[in-house]
C-alpha cells in the first residue's frame, strides 16, 4: 500500500485565508484616487436620527473635488422649495467645530465662515460640475451652490457630500440673482447654537434632513 501524505487543513486553510485578506486591500485600493465621480451614498442616510458624516474640515489650500456623476441626483421638495437628493448630498460636518469650543470658532467675534470658505475659483468650478449631477439647466447664476449644513453650524466647507447646486426658490424672478429663504434659516439655525438654544448636533441633523422643517422641528423662531 502507498502512504499518501495527508493534508493537514487546520495549517492550509488559514494560508488561503489569509492570501484572501491581503488581496483584498489592494483590490480596493487599485480605485483609490481613480475616480472622477463621487457615488451617492445609499437613501436615507441623512438627517433624522442617522450621524452625519464627518468631512475634511478646513484646508489650506483647496482643490475643486469630484462630484456625482451627470445626471445621478434628483432635487426632492417641501412646501414647494427645493431639497437636495439625499444619496448625493446628505450633509457633512466639519471635524474642527464642536460643541466645546464653538466660542473659539463658528460663535466668535469677527466672524468665522470667511476664513474657512473655499476660494471662487474651486465653488465656481464645482458648482459647474455639481449643475451636471443634478441636471439644473437654469441661470447658474440664479442658484446657489449652497452647504446644506451651513459653514455657520459647523457644515463641511468643501466635502461635496455637503453641496448641492440650489435652484431658485417659487416665484423667483430669473436674472435676479440669489434670493433664498434657507438663508434665513441658516441665520436662525446659527443664532439658536450660539446662545445654547439648541445643540450643535441637533441643529445640523435638523437642517441636513429637511432645511425647511429644521426651525419648526427645534422650536427656533427666525427674526423677521
Same mark, same amino acid.
Given at each position: 500500500?502507498?502512504?499518501?501524505?495527508?493534508?493537514?487543513?487546520?495549517?492550509?486553510?488559514?494560508?488561503?485565508?489569509?492570501g484572501?485578506?491581503l488581496?483584498?486591500?489592494?483590490?480596493?485600493?487599485?480605485?483609490?484616487?481613480?475616480?472622477?465621480?463621487?457615488?451617492?451614498?445609499?437613501?436615507?442616510?441623512?438627517g433624522?436620527?442617522?450621524?452625519?458624516? &464627518? +468631512?475634511?474640515? %478646513?484646508?489650506?489650500?483647496?482643490?475643486?473635488?469630484?462630484? !456625482?456623476?451627470?445626471?445621478?441626483?434628483?432635487? #426632492? /421638495?417641501?412646501?414647494?422649495?427645493?431639497?437636495?437628493?439625499?444619496?448625493?448630498?446628505?450633509?457633512?460636518?466639519?471635524?474642527?467645530v464642536?460643541?466645546?469650543?464653538?466660542r473659539?470658532?463658528?460663535?466668535?467675534?469677527?466672524?468665522?465662515?470667511?476664513?474657512?470658505?473655499?476660494?471662487?475659483?474651486?465653488?465656481?468650478?464645482?458648482?459647474?460640475?455639481?449643475?451636471?449631477?443634478?441636471?439644473?439647466?437654469?441661470?447658474?447664476?440664479?442658484?446657489e451652490?449652497?452647504?446644506?449644513?451651513?459653514?455657520? &453650524? +459647523?457644515?463641511? %466647507?468643501?466635502?461635496?457630500?455637503?453641496?448641492?447646486?440650489? !435652484?431658485?426658490?417659487?416665484?423667483?424672478?430669473? #436674472? /435676479?440673482?440669489?434670493?433664498?429663504?434657507?438663508?434665513?434659516?441658516?441665520?436662525?439655525?446659527?443664532?439658536?447654537?450660539?446662545?445654547?438654544?439648541?445643540?450643535?448636533?441637533?441643529?445640523?441633523?435638523?437642517?441636513?434632513?429637511?432645511?425647511?422643517?429644521?426651525?419648526?422641528?427645534?422650536?427656533?423662531?427666525?427674526?423677521?
Amino acid at each position: 500500500m502507498v502512504n499518501v501524505p495527508r493534508v493537514d487543513r487546520r495549517r492550509t486553510a488559514p494560508a488561503r485565508l489569509r492570501g484572501v485578506l491581503l488581496a483584498v486591500p489592494l483590490l480596493l485600493c487599485a480605485a483609490c484616487g481613480s475616480g472622477t465621480s463621487v457615488t451617492p451614498a445609499a437613501p436615507g442616510s441623512a438627517g433624522g436620527g442617522a450621524a452625519l458624516a &464627518v +468631512g475634511p474640515g %478646513p484646508q489650506q489650500e483647496y482643490r475643486v473635488a469630484a462630484q !456625482p456623476a451627470a445626471g445621478s441626483c434628483r432635487y #426632492g /421638495s417641501s412646501d414647494g422649495q427645493p431639497l437636495p437628493d439625499p444619496r448625493c448630498t446628505p450633509g457633512a460636518v466639519n471635524p474642527a467645530v464642536t460643541q466645546s469650543n464653538l466660542r473659539q470658532t463658528l460663535c466668535r467675534r469677527g466672524g468665522y465662515t470667511a476664513g474657512v470658505r473655499p476660494p471662487r475659483q474651486v465653488t465656481d468650478a464645482e458648482k459647474r460640475l455639481n449643475a451636471r449631477s443634478y441636471g439644473y439647466t437654469g441661470r447658474l447664476s440664479d442658484a446657489e451652490y449652497d452647504h446644506l449644513v451651513p459653514l455657520g &453650524v +459647523g457644515g463641511d %466647507p468643501n466635502d461635496p457630500r455637503n453641496l448641492w447646486v440650489e !435652484p431658485p426658490s417659487p416665484g423667483h424672478v430669473s #436674472g /435676479s440673482g440669489t434670493a433664498n429663504p434657507k438663508d434665513d434659516v441658516e441665520s436662525a439655525l446659527h443664532d439658536a447654537v450660539c446662545s445654547g438654544q439648541v445643540s450643535l448636533q441637533a441643529a445640523q441633523r435638523a437642517v441636513a434632513s429637511n432645511w425647511t422643517t429644521a426651525l419648526s422641528s427645534l422650536g427656533v423662531t427666525a427674526e423677521k
